[in-house]
């Protein structure tokens, strides 16, 4: 069964999907995703350890031997963001039983769990491919159900926000089609490895370098890079409380692994950082997601919708990294991108919790939450020190290897911007604070009677999550070892 | 051809009204499906044909028959930015032209890197004549079980959003017989002989796959379009009679789950997935068997979600009916 | 004979450029999701172009027949046919929704209601 490692996280959840919608009772087709998820897991740990042991692992499907075929390829790289997105997804499908039960309508439940499934088995089979087309493929799977599942929301916006982020995916995703298709005009290849190898004959033709922005731009629109990240405030805020927590710990990531794979092992270096301005794009662009994002989530009323702002920001961070262009940069985009997917799941789960209990997360909903869900208001304060950067979480290491980083192309300015957007988070996680533990309760008539703690489920989940924010500002290996095994991975052949 | 495109394209701009601007989205995939025939892709043109022109105006029909037909006028002072964003999007993809291969050229890198393999060997390899059937079924075999699950996430999306509460998940909808069908005696007779050559057609384009123009999705749309043109003019209760939606849901996972699973034999014997040369002693016989079994999961599937969405939809026009 | 050789593609881009454009520009959500479609199969004509071998036949093998148009890119739109036909579904089923929940699909109308409540 070893040597069918490669293939496991994917097929697991896209085989679960159908299977799952055959069952009827919707707690047999949570428990049943539960296991599917967790075992997917449990192939993702394997696959990493696999890959640090044996480097790249290559599968061919169906047998036919890439480039006729379509191959999975899995390096450092995929393996990390395969363990991530399968974390993540099993982690939030584990705690999700209460607020599910709460938010979707019984006859939908059975449904939303196959369409979990299949967004999590997209997101992985983009993760793992090694072929452009594939890799499109599994796009649309994944986006497809993520539009269902934000659909779900209870308020009538849902709608509305998944509508806007159908049109503005589709649109995503024919332009990376588009890309893919001068790409296969000018080389005749889809495999990834192949179109790295006879790329550079061509790559300085302007077909390449179209190819190349259509692929950024769609890509960038299902990053949600700022200006194209009007979808995602409307769909992080308006879905169901489970779908926000587990889009933001996991499509983001997977964009920006996209991002990066085209821009460093496709197209090389020829289109991507030093041939174009591309680096300063990135930076720019950056750092306005960074301070745009953080400046709306200060003044959001909804702490959800603030969150998601934050996201839009935090994506800000991790293009920074990729616009410096060294293996410093990458590694601290990576290592971002492992730790915010850690902070956000902690957060907007703690979010999820909160909207059980007390219906809504406004910061009016939630004065005095301190007090009425201690434990909870904890782990929400935990991942929101971890977002600033506080020393001893996740978010402080994350923060330091990109100041290092930039430091190390010597751009001061650049490491002042940085910390200047950490303050600004602090601004927001300190409303937070006050919100929940000084204010007094104002109208106790408006929490639920006696709103208590979270369900033991979701709280173990949330905790856990909490916890690894601290563990990961502490023992750094998984993420810094293999975030930075990963980045040499891709410059490898790029840089002298 | 490809002017009539740009007319059929530009008049969708100039009309206003839902009714006019579906009979020219019809228009224009019919118009490219021939196109695709003058450029030899009859696989394509098939399938553009049934979708482009049938499936997709038919939900685009329902859909208005719901919402209503009209159009506001659309702001003038919106146009800038869009047309700004067009202009900027088509000058690049122009650029993106000017260092291609030319058109129609056999010595561009697409005709002679990779594909050249499924011309050359796929009669030997595969042993079936058609070679967009050998690419897709057996190459790559693992993008189409992929398209298989996004049309089987369509099917789940398109119920998670539409289902009606009370029914266990299915788009069910039972209102009594509508009356004001009658008139339609001609029809109802015409397709009664009609419908049954459409299902046989269905059956003979999945299992012709292999040697002409055809294979499991054109063939899951015949015959969903065969049952969907029953329910237009005996209504809804009647075909949901016929075929009970519940049991099409299941069909639509049953259909996906016989691809996976052929995938999955080969698995277990010690190939890798979906290599169907471990489906029998014989490499090449093997290749024919998962072929033709996962073909019948893809029409199995197609059908089954393209009847779903079908019964989605209509029966929210029905409750709205009434 | 240069600019006749690319004479297809920009047509295919002048194809893409108005689907684009009813998506981006007009208001009435149907529509858009007409444009999306215009903008796709637009697309799809790309790649079937680029398949074309002048004086190939169709890649349906022959006894006799030496030159065959290319088969890949048509598997390849073959799916995203599928691809598109699967998104413009999902995205009426929605729109069969909001019409249900605004009484209205003009985006303006819409906004509109949002703002005021």
């Given at each position: 069964m070893l040597s069918q490692l490669p293939l496991l996280p994917v097929l697991l959840p896209l085989l679960g999907a159908p299977a799952c919608a055959l069952l009827r009772?919707?707690?047999?087709?949570?428990?049943?995703?539960?296991?599917?998820?967790?075992?997917?897991?449990?192939?993702?740990?394997?696959?990493?350890?696999?890959?640090?042991?044996?480097?790249?692992?290559?599968?061919?499907?169906?047998?036919?031997?890439?480039?006729?075929?379509?191959?999975?390829?899995?390096?450092?790289?995929?393996?990390?963001v395969l363990l991530l997105v399968s974390a993540m997804g099993a982690a939030v499908l584990l705690g999700a039983r209460a607020s599910v039960w709460r938010e979707i309508p019984e006859h939908k439940r059975t449904l939303f769990f196959v369409a979990y499934l299949l967004c999590l088995a997209g997101l992985l089979g983009i993760a793992a491919t090694g072929d452009a087309f594939n890799l499109f493929v599994f796009l649309e799977?994944?986006?497809?159900?993520?539009?269902?599942?934000?659909?779900?929301?209870?308020?009538?916006?849902?709608?509305?926000?998944?509508?806007?982020?159908?049109?503005?995916?589709?649109?995503?995703?024919?332009?990376?089609?588009?890309?893919?298709?001068?790409?296969?005009?000018?080389?005749?290849?889809?495999?990834?490895?192949?179109?790295?190898?006879?790329?550079?004959?061509?790559?300085?033709?302007?077909?390449?370098?179209?190819?190349?922005?259509?692929?950024?731009?769609?890509?960038?629109?299902?990053?949600?890079?700022?200006?194209?990240?009007?979808?995602?405030?409307?769909?992080?805020?308006?879905?169901?409380?489970?779908?926000?927590?587990?889009?933001?710990?996991?499509?983001?990531?997977?964009?920006?692994?996209?991002?990066i794979r085209f821009s460093f092992t496709v197209f090389q270096v020829e289109y991507s950082i030093l041939a174009l301005p591309l680096e300063t794009v990135f930076v720019v662009l950056g750092v306005v997601a960074v301070f745009a994002g953080s400046l709306v989530a200060v003044f959001e009323p909804d702490l959800k919708r603030g969150l998601a702002y934050s996201s839009v920001a935090q994506v800000g961070y991790m293009v920074i990294g990729v616009g410096l262009g060294t293996v410093a940069g990458l590694q601290a985009s990576l290592i971002h991108l492992f730790n915010h997917a850690i902070m956000k799941g902690t957060l907007f789960m703690a979010l999820a919790a909160v909207v059980l209990r007390l219906g809504g997360s406004t910061y009016a909903q939630m004065q005095g939450v301190g007090r009425s869900m201690p434990i909870t208001t904890a782990c929400l304060l935990l991942g929101g020190l971890s977002l600033i950067g506080v020393p001893g979480t996740a978010g402080f290491i994350s923060k330091w290897y990109l100041v290092t980083a930039a430091a190390d192309r010597e751009q001061w300015l650049l490491v002042l911007l940085i910390l200047a957007g950490s303050l600004l988070t602090a601004v927001y996680i300190w409303r937070l604070v006050e919100t929940a533990y000084l204010a007094p309760r104002q109208s106790p008539a408006s929490i639920a009677p006696r709103a208590l703690e979270a369900p033991a489920g979701l709280l173990a989940v949330l905790?856990?999550?909490?916890?690894?924010?601290?563990?990961?500002?502490?023992d750094t290996r998984l993420p810094v070892q293999t975030a930075g095994g990963a980045a040499n991975g891709l410059l490898a052949a790029v840089l002298p | 051809m490809l002017c009539l495109l740009v007319a059929t394209a530009i008049a969708l701009i100039a009309v206003r009204g839902l009714l006019a601007s579906i009979m020219l989205t019809s228009v224009y995939g019919l118009l490219s499906a021939s196109f695709f025939v003058t450029m030899d892709a009859v696989d394509v043109a098939f399938t553009e044909a049934?979708?482009?022109?049938?499936?997709?105006?038919?939900?685009?029909?329902?859909?208005?028959?719901?919402?209503?037909?009209?159009?506001?006028?659309?702001?003038?002072?919106?146009?800038?930015?869009?047309?700004?964003?067009?202009?900027?999007?088509?000058?690049?993809?122009?650029i993106g032209t000017l260092d291609m291969p030319s058109f129609g050229s056999p010595d561009a890198p697409a005709q002679t890197h990779v594909a050249p393999r499924y011309l050359q060997q796929s009669g030997d390899e595969i042993g079936i004549p058609n070679v967009v059937t050998s690419v897709l079924a057996s190459y790559r075999a693992y993008d189409t079980l992929g398209e298989v699950l996004v049309i089987f996430t369509a099917g789940?999306?398109?119920?998670?959003?539409?289902?009606?509460?009370?029914?266990?998940?299915?788009?069910?909808?039972?209102?009594?017989?509508?009356?004001?069908?009658?008139?339609?005696?001609?029809?109802?007779?015409?397709?009664?002989?009609?419908?049954?050559?459409?299902?046989?057609?269905?059956?003979?384009?999945?299992?012709?796959?292999?040697?002409?123009p055809g294979g499991g999705f054109q063939a899951g749309v015949i015959f969903a379009s065969g049952i969907i043109l029953y329910g237009?003019?005996?209504?809804?209760?009647?075909?949901?009679?016929?075929?009970?939606?519940?049991?099409?849901?299941?069909?639509?996972?049953?259909?996906?789950?016989?691809?996976?699973?052929?995938?999955?034999?080969?698995?277990?014997?010690?190939?890798?997935?979906?290599?169907?040369?471990?489906?029998?002693?014989?490499?090449?016989?093997?290749?024919?068997?998962?072929?033709?079994?996962?073909?019948?999961?893809?029409?199995?599937?197609?059908?089954?979600?393209?009847?779903?969405?079908?019964?989605?939809?209509?029966?929210r026009l029905h409750t709205r009916e009434d | 004979m240069d600019v006749f050789s690319y004479f297809n593609y920009w047509v295919v881009v002048v194809l893409m450029m108005l689907g684009f454009f009813i998506v981006i520009a007009r208001g009435n959500l149907v529509k858009k999701l007409i444009g999306l479609n215009i903008f796709q199969t637009s697309v799809f004509i790309l790649y079937i172009s680029a398949g074309k071998v002048m004086g190939g036949a169709a890649p349906i093998l022959a006894d006799g027949v030496e030159l065959y148009s290319n088969p890949l890119p048509h598997v390849l739109i073959l799916t995203a046919i599928v691809v598109g036909i699967a998104t413009t579904s999902v995205g009426l089923a929605l729109v069969v929704r909001i019409h249900a929940a605004y009484g209205t699909v003009e985006e303006a109308d819409i906004l509109e209601q949002d703002a005021t409540c």
């Open positions: 009772r919707p707690l047999a087709a949570w428990v049943f995703s539960c296991a599917v998820s967790v075992l997917a897991l449990a192939a993702a740990i394997a696959l990493l350890a696999a890959t640090w042991q044996q480097g790249v692992l290559s599968y061919a499907l169906g047998g036919w031997a890439a480039p006729w075929g379509i191959e999975y390829r899995i390096d450092l790289l995929n393996a990390l799977i994944s986006s497809l159900a993520t539009y269902a599942l934000v659909a779900t929301g209870r308020d009538r916006r849902a709608l509305v926000a998944a509508y806007n982020y159908l049109v503005m995916g589709t649109i995503g995703a024919t332009f990376i089609l588009i890309g893919i298709g001068f790409v296969y005009m000018l080389t005749g290849t889809l495999n990834m490895a192949d179109l790295a190898q006879r790329l550079p004959a061509v790559g300085q033709s302007r077909t390449a370098f179209a190819a190349y922005a259509f692929i950024v731009v769609g890509v960038c629109l299902k990053l949600a890079l700022f200006p194209l990240h009007l979808w995602l405030p409307g769909a992080y805020t308006r879905a169901p409380s489970i779908v926000t927590v587990f889009l933001a710990a996991t499509a983001t990531k997977v964009a920006l692994y996209v991002l905790v856990v999550l909490a916890l690894a924010n601290i563990y990961f500002g502490l | 049934a979708v482009g022109a049938g499936v997709s105006p038919l939900l685009l029909l329902l859909t208005v028959a719901i919402v209503g037909r009209r159009e506001a006028a659309s702001n003038a002072r919106r146009l800038v930015v869009p047309l700004l964003l067009v202009t900027v999007t088509g000058a690049l993809l122009i789940v999306a398109v119920l998670l959003a539409l289902a009606p509460a009370g029914q266990g998940g299915s788009a069910r909808a039972e209102p009594p017989a509508p009356e004001h069908l009658a008139p339609h005696t001609i029809l109802q007779v015409v397709s009664k002989l009609l419908i049954p050559f459409m299902l046989l057609f269905a059956f003979y384009v999945q299992f012709h796959g292999e040697y002409g237009l003019l005996y209504g809804l209760p009647t075909v949901c009679r016929v075929i009970p939606p519940p049991v099409v849901e299941v069909l639509a996972a049953v259909g996906a789950l016989i691809y996976g699973l052929t995938g999955v034999l080969s698995l277990l014997a010690g190939k890798n997935f979906l290599d169907y040369s471990a489906l029998a002693a014989d490499p090449v016989t093997g290749q024919h068997i998962g072929i033709i079994a996962i073909e019948l999961g893809v029409g199995i599937a197609v059908a089954a979600v393209i009847i779903t969405i079908y019964y989605a939809f209509a029966g | -």
